[in-house]
Each structure stands twice: as C-alpha cells, then as structure tokens.
C-alpha cells in the first residue's frame, strides 16, 4: 500500500483534511481464521506443508488462532486406511514436525488428526502454540448414518485422560479449556463437527467453563440446502453461547469417491456472521472477534452461571496488534439493509403505540395533550400517539395538539405543527407563551436580554405547565417526546420537557428517529408525506433562543455535538460497557472521512461530561417503553447515583 508523499504509515488524506488511521490495537479484539488447505487424501507429508504454509500466512496477517479441518493431516476419507498403523502413524510424526518447524509462531492452531490410545482410535484435534502441544480435543458424537460410519473407526472421547503422544504427555478428551495467559479475555475450547449438530453439544459445556472462542474443525459434506442450515447452527451457538465461533470446514483434496466437500468456513460473533468462505475454495476466512465483548454480555447476563472447573490448560503466547479490519456502522440504532430498517420501524412503531394504547385503557383516559413543535421529536410522538388511537378506536379529536410559539420560533417550524395536526385530524390549539413568560421574567427579576439557562428554561417550564394544566382540563393524558439521546446528555429542562406522564421516545435514539419519522412519511404518501419530508429537513432545535432574519439560530447540534457520534458513544458505553479507549477507536473506524481524531475526542469528552452530570435528570423519569437494548430507564436498564464522578472516564480520554 502506498502513502501520499509526507504522510505518515498511520495517516491518509481526505478532503484536505489529515486523518490518522486507527492504531495497531487490541481492546479486546483477536483475528481468527479458518483454514482450508488443498490436501491429499493419506499423504501426510504432502498436508502438512499446506498446513504449515496456511499457518505461516496466519501469522503475516496477524491472525491469533486458527483452526483447520477434521483430519486435516490424513484426510477425512481414508476410511479403512484408518486401520493402518502406518497412516496413523505418520500422522504423528507431521505432527511433530509442525510443531518444530512452528516454535517462533505466536498463534494457536487447532489442527485435526487420527490419535490411537491403547486399543481406541480418536478424531481428535491437536491445539498447538509456539511448537508446544498444549492438548488433544476429541470427538463426543461418532456419526454412524447415512453416509457416515465413523464408529466403524473411532471411539467416542474421554472426558479426560493424558496420553503420551508426539513425545510428551498432554491431555485428551472433551471438557478441556485453553486459557491465555497474555490475553484474560481469550478462552477457547474445541469441539469437532457432529459434536455442533446435537442436542447438547460439547460447547455448550465448554462455554460455561469459561470458552470465550470456540473452534471446529469440521469434515462436512455438501448437500443442496446443508450450507444455509449449518450457518444457522453455528450463529445460533455463537448467539446461545455469548461466544466466538470458528468453524473449518473441509474442502479440496477429499476423496469425492461418494461425496463433496466445498470448504464452507464460517466465524460468527454472538449470532453475528462475520466471514464466510465461498463454496469450493481454499485458504484463509479471516475476521476480527471482540472477546472483551463477549465477556462483558455474560457479566451483563446474570442467568449466565460458569458450570464450575474444567480441564484448563495455560499458554502464553504474543498477542498480535493488528489494525482492526472488521467494519463498525457509524449508526449502531440502525439496520444497514433497507428491508430490516422497514420492517425494525414499523415493529418499533408498533411497539410505542401498543406501550400508549395499554396506558390509556388502563386509565380509562379518552384524551391526550402533546406539545408539538414541528420538530422531530414531537412529530414522532403525534404519530405514535394517532397510532395508539386508532388502535383503541378512539376518535383522533382527543388528541389535544399544542403549539406554544415562543422567542425562538419561526414561521417553518409552527407552520409544520398546524398543518400536521391538520392533516392527522387532531384537535388543534395555539397557545403563544410570550407574554406569561415575559410576566414571569418581571416577578423573578430576570431582564429579558439576558439570553441565559434561565431565558431558555423558563419558555420550557412554561410550556410543560399549560400541557399538565390541559391535561387536567381535558382529563387526559400528557403525551413526553423526548428522545434518548437527549436523556443521555441531559439537554432537557427539568421538570420541563423533561417531564410527562407517559414518554413514548425514551427509549429511541435520535439517529432512528429520523428514521422513524421517515418510514411514517412513506407509509403515508400524499401531502403528509411531503410535510413530514420537510419536518425531516428541519434543523434540530429546541427553538428557546430568536431566530436569525426568520431562520433558526440555536441549533443543538452545534452545541452539544454530532447526534451520530453521541449515539456511537452511547450504545457502546450502555450496551457493552465499553472504555473510552475503545470506544475512540472504534469511532475512528466508523467515522474515518467525516471526523477527525480531534473532533471525535472534543465531542467524546462532552459526551461523558454531561452523562455523568445529568444523571439526576434521568433518575426521575416518567414511564415509557422499552424499546431497544439500550435505555435509560431507573427502573430498568440503567441504575446509576446522581452524584458518580466521572474523572476516571474524562482521564482516559484526556490520556488520548
């Protein structure tokens, strides 16, 4: 790869502005690979210079641990051969002769081979790291249907024996664990094709001892429609698991006297696909695991019990700095495919709608008062609270729409208010709050010119006052549309917009809301879906401050920063319990083109500062649907003391 002149390995250029790459790291990460070598069928020589030169290419591309197919070093379709002293025996001799020749390698390899004890034959799978054998994981479940008669040869595994084997005396058997001296995070444990197709597969055990990374080595023949329900196994386990899942598959080489094999590599994380090999092809399946990620979700997840000690064997090895390849979505909250983000938008929808819809029939309530600004916020509530109507068959006319025009609100913004209620057919009132502020500023002394916490958060509490007041008026309830990334950085006035009686955005993040609000627009159609375009268009705002020449001048995104980024911060923080460190690196990966570190940090620093400082806000909150993952709910999600510091987090990111 080529650097422009005066660039730095580490930098890149873009539109004129200096990006620096991210940084050769760790923070949890581990690249794994699955490899297919092209093999002879019983020429173990032959295999293993493929496997050493799979294993060579490992280490250039910083992969940690890899894993190679079931019987890789003989070939899966030896079948009677298997009997022969002279094939097995030579199966341990290359075995040897890769560990020598792997001394200087800091990667932990999984690679499969018949392994005789006594009068029994085991599948098993030599675990190896810097040319020592560290143990023997063998086979649970011998197949012996269809097409397959491995219990013509093997036995099922031991939980535990040692055996002497290549010259030492190691472990063999079904429950051991490899732990990583270097790395705590990484754990791994192995299991052998079949052994994933049962109802209790070893993995499920070896997990609960503590595997963070799981590895098959696999012979799995081809069959139209196998390839898509063995990746659901493997994604399934790895989701059921909170785990890492490697899976090698066997591919060119294999006998094809009854079968085929088409190499079908797969590495998925906690239900996630991150690599798949092509059908028929060789080499290496490459991805970048999260193992902190892993531990963190099984902290988080207390129904996640260890199921006690196992067979822990310790390595040391070096744990490669690799420059992260795995993409991370700049939008966590939202779906990449355009059918999962209609189909997530419409669920949500459905959800906030049904969460209202219980409240007031709970209630007996026919009524509700929501303050509309024409802004996003308040907009998607309107829909979610027409929703919740219609689902009721309620008559939209009880739903009191109000718009408050103030010192900061422009002809824009309240005409979309009007006309929304219009075209939704609710009840329309327009109450401007200029002059009972203007009194209000007179009885506490504050001189209006001053354009200050208390200008702008006396408008709000205005506000939230005539909304409760109507509310009792009218008997109904008042509707909260603050969202959660406003929750998370506190920009909310308390006891103002703060409060409600039932908040139906606090549990979505402003980056879906948009989306959120578009997905309606294009359900609607017609004049409201050009009216809802055009709210989308709209500058956030809380509108508290005068408009400049009739156009809006506080924007809050230039003020607390980037939506996009504090709702990277946010998700990754709640949702996985994140550093700082990581997260800042990850950030660069996901926003490299469109902030720099600098930026990122500046608003990073923001971002902590003010969730830390408006946690008292949250610890109040009105009742609303969980929605996602990730809330901010006392009652739920998120239990926090309003008075936590938060110099350690600041530190870290100073220290960036």
Request: with cysteine.
């Given at each position: 790869?080529?650097?422009?002149?005066?660039?730095?390995?580490?930098?890149?250029?873009?539109?004129?502005?200096?990006?620096?790459?991210?940084?050769?790291?760790?923070?949890?990460?581990?690249?794994?690979?699955?490899?297919?070598?092209?093999?002879?069928?019983?020429?173990?020589?032959?295999?293993?210079?493929?496997?050493?030169?799979?294993?060579?290419?490992?280490?250039?591309?910083?992969?940690?641990?890899?894993?190679?197919?079931?019987?890789?070093?003989?070939?899966?379709?030896?079948?009677?051969?298997?009997?022969?002293?002279?094939?097995?025996?030579?199966?341990?001799?290359?075995?040897?002769?890769?560990?020598?020749?792997?001394?200087?390698?800091?990667?932990?390899?999984?690679?499969?081979?018949?392994?005789?004890?006594?009068?029994?034959?085991?599948?098993?799978?030599?675990?190896?790291?810097?040319?020592?054998?560290?143990?023997?994981?063998?086979?649970?479940?011998?197949?012996?249907?269809?097409?397959?008669?491995?219990?013509?040869?093997?036995?099922?595994?031991?939980?535990?024996?040692?055996?002497?084997?290549?010259?030492?005396?190691?472990?063999?058997?079904?429950?051991?664990?490899?732990?990583?001296?270097?790395?705590?995070?990484?754990?791994?444990?192995?299991?052998?094709?079949?052994?994933?197709?049962?109802?209790?597969?070893?993995?499920?055990?070896?997990?609960?001892?503590?595997?963070?990374?799981?590895?098959?080595?696999?012979?799995?023949?081809?069959?139209?429609?196998?390839?898509?329900?063995?990746?659901?196994?493997?994604?399934?386990?790895?989701?059921?698991?909170?785990?890492?899942?490697?899976?090698?598959?066997?591919?060119?080489?294999?006998?094809?006297?009854?079968?085929?094999?088409?190499?079908?590599?797969?590495?998925?994380?906690?239900?996630?696909?991150?690599?798949?090999?092509?059908?028929?092809?060789?080499?290496?399946?490459?991805?970048?695991?999260?193992?902190?990620?892993?531990?963190?979700?099984?902290?988080?997840?207390?129904?996640?019990?260890?199921?006690?000690?196992?067979?822990?064997?310790?390595?040391?090895?070096?744990?490669?700095?690799?420059?992260?390849?795995?993409?991370?979505?700049?939008?966590?909250?939202?779906?990449?495919?355009?059918?999962?983000?209609?189909?997530?938008?419409?669920?949500?929808?459905?959800?906030?709608?049904?969460?209202?819809?219980?409240?007031?029939?709970?209630?007996?309530?026919?009524?509700?008062?929501?303050?509309?600004?024409?802004?996003?916020?308040?907009?998607?509530?309107?829909?979610?609270?027409?929703?919740?109507?219609?689902?009721?068959?309620?008559?939209?006319?009880?739903?009191?729409?109000?718009?408050?025009?103030?010192?900061?609100?422009?002809?824009?913004?309240?005409?979309?208010?009007?006309?929304?209620?219009?075209?939704?057919?609710?009840?329309?009132?327009?109450?401007?709050?200029?002059?009972?502020?203007?009194?209000?500023?007179?009885?506490?002394?504050?001189?209006?010119?001053?354009?200050?916490?208390?200008?702008?958060?006396?408008?709000?509490?205005?506000?939230?006052?005539?909304?409760?007041?109507?509310?009792?008026?009218?008997?109904?309830?008042?509707?909260?549309?603050?969202?959660?990334?406003?929750?998370?950085?506190?920009?909310?006035?308390?006891?103002?917009?703060?409060?409600?009686?039932?908040?139906?955005?606090?549990?979505?993040?402003?980056?879906?809301?948009?989306?959120?609000?578009?997905?309606?627009?294009?359900?609607?159609?017609?004049?409201?879906?050009?009216?809802?375009?055009?709210?989308?268009?709209?500058?956030?705002?809380?509108?508290?401050?005068?408009?400049?020449?009739?156009?809006?001048?506080?924007?809050?995104?230039?003020?607390?920063?980037?939506?996009?980024?504090?709702?990277?911060?946010?998700?990754?923080?709640?949702?996985?319990?994140?550093?700082?460190?990581?997260?800042f690196h990850m950030a660069q990966s996901a926003f490299a083109g469109t902030y720099d570190d600098?930026?990122?940090?500046?608003?990073?620093?923001?971002?902590?500062?003010?969730?830390?400082?408006?946690?008292?806000?949250?610890?109040?909150?009105?009742?609303?649907?969980?929605?996602?993952?990730?809330?901010?709910?006392?009652?739920?999600?998120?239990?926090?003391?309003?008075?936590?510091?938060?110099?350690?987090?600041?530190?870290?990111?100073?220290?960036?």
């Open positions: 790869m080529g650097y422009a002149a005066g660039l730095k390995p580490n930098e890149r250029e873009g539109e004129g502005i200096l990006y620096k790459m991210p940084p050769k790291m760790n923070d949890g990460f581990f690249r794994v690979a699955a490899a297919t070598p092209a093999i002879r069928v019983a020429d173990c020589q032959s295999n293993k210079y493929a496997i050493l030169d799979l294993m060579r290419q490992c280490v250039k591309r910083g992969v940690g641990a890899v894993a190679f197919p079931e019987l890789c070093l003989t070939g899966y379709t030896c079948g009677d051969l298997f009997r022969d002293r002279t094939l097995i025996s030579a199966a341990e001799t290359a075995l040897s002769e890769i560990l020598e020749q792997s001394r200087d390698m800091d990667l932990l390899a999984v690679i499969g081979l018949p392994v005789p004890y006594g009068a029994d034959l085991y599948n098993a799978a030599a675990v190896i790291c810097r040319g020592k054998l560290l143990g023997l994981a063998a086979k649970s479940s011998i197949p012996n249907y269809s097409e397959f008669y491995e219990a013509r040869h093997f036995t099922p595994a031991p939980e535990y024996q040692e055996i002497r084997f290549c010259g030492e005396t190691v472990p063999l058997g079904n429950s051991l664990i490899f732990r990583c001296n270097n790395m705590p995070e990484l754990v791994a444990g192995v299991e052998i094709c079949e052994d994933l197709w049962i109802p209790d597969p070893p993995s499920s055990r070896l997990a609960q001892y503590g595997a963070t990374l799981l590895l098959n080595p696999s012979a799995s023949d081809e069959v139209i429609g196998k390839a898509q329900y063995r990746r659901s196994l493997v994604m399934g386990q790895s989701a059921r698991l909170l785990a890492a899942y490697v899976y090698a598959d066997a591919g060119e080489g294999e006998s094809s006297t009854d079968f085929v094999f088409a190499g079908h590599d797969i590495i998925s994380e906690n239900g996630t696909l991150l690599a798949e090999a092509a059908p028929f092809t060789t080499g290496l399946t490459v991805a970048d695991v999260d193992l902190q990620r892993m531990v963190q979700e099984r902290l988080r997840t207390t129904s996640w019990k260890n199921a006690g000690q196992a067979h822990e064997i310790r390595f040391t090895m070096e744990i490669p700095s690799i420059r992260i390849e795995r993409k991370f979505p700049p939008l966590p909250f939202v779906p990449a495919d355009a059918k999962d983000l209609s189909e997530r938008c419409e669920m949500i929808l459905n959800m906030q709608a049904n969460g209202l819809k219980t409240r007031l029939k709970h209630t007996g309530l026919k009524y509700a008062v929501i303050g509309v600004s024409g802004g996003l916020d308040s907009t998607l509530a309107l829909i979610v609270t027409v929703r919740a109507f219609d689902l009721l068959h309620l008559d939209r006319k009880g739903i009191v729409a109000v718009t408050m025009p103030g010192f900061g609100t422009t002809g824009r913004t309240k005409s979309n208010a009007q006309r929304l209620s219009e075209l939704f057919g609710v009840t329309l009132k327009e109450i401007p709050i200029g002059a009972s502020v203007t009194q209000h500023f007179k009885d506490i002394g504050h001189d209006p010119e001053i354009h200050d916490v208390t200008y702008e958060n006396s408008q709000a509490r205005e506000r939230t006052q005539i909304l409760m007041d109507l509310s009792n008026q009218y008997g109904g309830l008042v509707i909260g549309t603050g969202d959660l990334s406003e929750l998370a950085l506190g920009w909310a006035t308390f006891n103002g917009d703060h409060m409600s009686m039932y908040g139906v955005n606090g549990s979505i993040p402003k980056t879906l809301v948009r989306h959120l609000v578009h997905h309606a627009a294009v359900k609607t159609g017609g004049e409201l879906c050009d009216l809802l375009k055009d709210v989308l268009d709209t500058p956030v705002s809380p509108e508290l401050l005068p408009p400049v020449d009739g156009m809006i001048a506080q924007k809050t995104e230039n003020i607390v920063g980037p939506y996009e980024l504090h709702d990277f911060f946010l998700y990754y923080m709640l949702r996985f319990g994140f550093t700082p460190t990581k997260i600098a930026t990122i940090k500046k608003w990073m620093t923001i971002f902590y500062r003010r969730f830390f400082a408006q946690q008292f806000k949250r610890s109040c909150l009105p009742d609303g649907p969980k929605v996602g993952s990730v809330t901010l709910s006392p009652r739920g999600d998120w239990r926090m003391p309003s008075d936590a510091s938060a110099r350690l987090w600041l530190s870290e990111i100073e220290a960036l």
